[in-house]
């Protein structure tokens, strides 16, 4: 009798210790999500309509996009904290050369869309570059060089500009970009969706992908089994910067402008939303899926906040805390595990 | 199941409780049960231990020793069963209470602060103190004494972070034995210590022997359980098997026990028609001077063996083939063509693998799946790649082909390494030697830190190359393997190669006379610093 309870009991441990693990790893982060929705609704009912929805859908777009790129720096056991900044610069460059096109000839619209997406990718090819050059070649810790490379952003973003947004972009720009339907999907969901298809077709289906991931799991052993990881830190690095500058252009299209500080909270935010989501700062570990879910996370979590009127500066605090609490519920996961 | 519920009521008295009619056992448990999310590590196992007696666990990784060592050490509760120490019942037992009561544990994964020297490691949590202030000279003191009394050679102020393996293991062991002892656990403490140290060690035991002090002693190595060894006990999957007198037991009796299978001979005999020479490395130094002027061939269908010290070189050996050491002089030549720079992927597509001692440093990436693990080495060929995408299914029936061969277990290509076993770790990694066609195989220390069972299995592996006509270095700390499974043996001492023997000159007299100083036994236990 006292052994099947005792049995009992440890059953029941085992129990509450897998459905802790459960809870712990991927399975709770959706119902969070849904708590969270339906929890901001209770308290202002406006956060339910069908236009905060979609609002909520297409900000979450452009975190996701972003975050997607910072998962690539992370699986590779790195880091990319020039992501904000790299999104300032990017919107300014495409904003100055659409305007510049338009300056001698107001009707080549098309065209001047086309140079500054062309130069707004290039911009994010050349410093994705740079910095997997940086980490890859010369092995600097990637910290210090993404840091680097966020003052050298910000310094080239407000430099070309002058320090002032670049204003009257065409109105086509923000209508394709931003406001337009793509087969029923608002423009940036469509965009992001492609940007997540990629990304899963590339880590999951590509030998560049598998390589992040061993590169990640241990950059040794990756050595050892003959991968090189020059080529794919640097590819790395390029593929997030390409991301990067892919959001920083449907960011630029939405406000309409080429803005020196658009980038401000967004290295923070990608950050957050991996982490949330459940990708390892140890590398390695990561899904496009987690980035989703962390994305939705933090954008529901934000707009929430700007509902309720809870102060901006505010909301940074709760944004490092969770990110913070985030980490250690990644640590305790692989505890549990 | 009284006893239970007394156990659960002692614990409002002191925590012990004592038992009528103790008896003249020091540690005595009945009927131990542990269960994890999924597994029960622990089966109502009995496991008893004399006051000087040195007990053996044996068996396979997973058996469940690594459980009872420590529920005995009170890092986790037993759910079910009953702890009798020295005459009295434990019921709550934590590391802490278990330090008190002079158990000491001295387990693999090492406990100690890398940063810290190895006097503060000593003393780490149990500090002598006074009004904050340590005392440090007291200590020292302490330190020095302890280190000089089990006659390792260790500075009491070095760095632990910059210890060689085998120092770190003689500072945990030295932990261990700082304050009063009853009860000592040793999980593999030979592992990484050399002839001498060992010796060291034996000598340390039997003297705590003589002073009562029981010791459950962990250990795969036959040779060391019949030297220190009074009784063994076998577990096998969380159950015990049995326990027998070390003394009488024959190691083919004991892994019949551990894997509940026939074994007829631990190393098999291997058929040696050597073919063409496909190693020929010559001269080769390497910049650190870890190796000096050291050539050797190996030919197709022969095992060549090198043994030597722990820091002789022997593992360099191989790693300066496969393109992991900078070479300063020195040629290799593959299969008759030179090879200019060595490197890891270029020696993979020559048809050369190494597979590092270090499984989790260096071998696997434990985060990632089994499959992913046994494929990476073969990413660039179009068996498993087409035009740089993976072929997924193909990659997958390939690897469930090999994981099927290669007996692994569990055999579920999805889970991450990190679940797997030493020696199942191990078989991942040998894995990936039939990915892609690999004529020529460098063994690292291929045995370290595996069971009996896995071990067989690996020499099996070895065997089947051979006999195929692969070339196969087999680097190794462990004498008889070297003896027992090579053709010709290669011999280092301090960065070179002293000698090379083949056929009946291999014998234990002649490599271990060889391993050591012309001068004298002890000189030669220091690693080859750098020349």
Known sequence: MTLRTMGGAAARRGIVRLGLAFMVSYGALPIIIALMYLGFGLVEPRFHSGDNAINILKQASYLAILATGQMLALLTRGFDLSIGQMTSMVSVASALVMMGVLARNPDAVVLAILAACAVGLAAGLATGAVNGLCVAVFRINPFVVTLGMQGIAMGFATTISDGFPVFNLPIEFTEVFSRSSWLGIPAPVAVCIIVLAVAYIVLNHSVLGRSWYILGGNPRAAHIAGLSSRVHLVSAYVMCSLFVAVGALLLTARTGSGEPNLGGGLMLQSIAAAVIGGVSLRGGEGRVIHVVYGALFVTILSIGMNFVRIDGYIQQIVLGVVVVAAVYLDLLRTRIR | MAETRSAERAHDAPGTAVVPGASPLLLDLKGITKRFPGVVALDSVDFELRRGEVHVLFGENGAGKSTLTNIVAGT????????????????????????????????????????????????????????????????????????????????????????????????????????????????????????????????????????????????????????????????????????????????????????????????????????????????????????????????????????????????????????????????????????????????????????????????????????????????????????????????????????????????????????????????????????????????????????????????????????????????????????????????????????????????????????????????????????
């Open chain 2, 76 to 531: 986790y509760p037993a759910d079910q069963g009953r702890i009798i120490f020295d005459g009295r019942q434990i019921s709550h037992l934590t590391p802490h209470q278990a330090r008190l009561a002079g158990i000491s544990p001295v387990f693999q994964e090492f406990s100690l602060a890398p940063d810290l020297t190895v006097e503060e490691n000593l003393f780490l949590g149990r500090e002598h103190a006074a009004w904050g202030v340590l005392h440090k000279r007291e200590m020292r003191a302490k330190a020095r004494a302890v280190l000089g009394d089990l006659g390792f050679d260790l500075r009491a102020n070095a760095r632990v972070g910059g210890l060689m393996r085998a120092q770190q293991q003689m500072t945990e062991i030295a932990k261990a034995l700082l304050q009063d002892v009853k009860l000592l656990i040793l999980d593999e403490p030979t592992a990484s210590l050399t002839e001498h140290e060992t010796e060291r060690l034996f000598a340390l035991i039997d003297r705590l022997k003589r002073e009562g002090v029981g010791i459950i002693y962990v250990s795969h190595r036959i040779g060391e359980i019949k030297r220190v060894g009074d009784r063994v006990t076998v577990l096998r999957d969380g159950k015990k098997i049995g326990t027998v007198d070390a003394a009488a037991i024959e190691e083919i009796q004991l892994v019949e026990m551990m894997t509940g299978r026939k074994i007829d001979v631990l190393f098999p005999t291997i058929d040696c028609k050597p073919g063409p020479v496909l190693i020929e490395a010559s001269h080769l130094s390497t910049a650190d001077g870890r190796l000096v002027d050291v050539s050797f061939t190996v030919r197709a269908g022969e095992i060549v063996g090198v043994a030597g010290l722990v820091g002789c070189g022997k593992s360099e050996l191989a790693r300066a083939v496969f393109g992991l050491e900078k070479l300063s002089a020195g040629e290799i030549t593959i299969e008759g063509a030179p090879v200019r720079r060595p490197k890891p992927s270029t020696m993979l597509k020559r048809g050369v693998c190494y597979f590092p001692s270090d499984r989790v440093a260096e071998g696997l990436a434990l985060p990632r799946p089994l499959r992913e693990n046994v494929s990476v080495a073969a990413l660039d060929l179009p068996n498993f790649t087409r035009l740089r995408f993976i072929r997924r299914a193909r990659e997958r029936a390939e690897v469930k082909a090999i994981v099927e061969t290669l007996r692994i277990r569990p055999p579920q290509i999805e889970r991450p390494v990190d679940f797997l076993s030493g020696g199942n770790r191990q078989k991942v990694m040998l894995a990936r030697g039939l990915t892609r066609e690999i004529r020529m195989f460098l063994f690292d220390e291929p045995t370290v830190g595996i069971d009996v069972g896995a071990k067989t299995e690996v020499y099996q592996f070895m065997k089947e190359l051979a006999e195929g006509g692969s070339a196969v270095l087999l680097i190794s700390s462990e004498l008889p393997e070297v003896l027992n499974l090579s053709h010709r043996v290669y011999v280092m001492h301090r960065g070179r190669v002293v000698t090379e023997l083949s056929g009946a000159e291999i014998t234990e007299q002649a490599v271990l006379s060889l391993f050591f100083d012309k001068k004298g036994f002890g000189g030669g236990a220091k690693p080859a610093a750098s020349a």
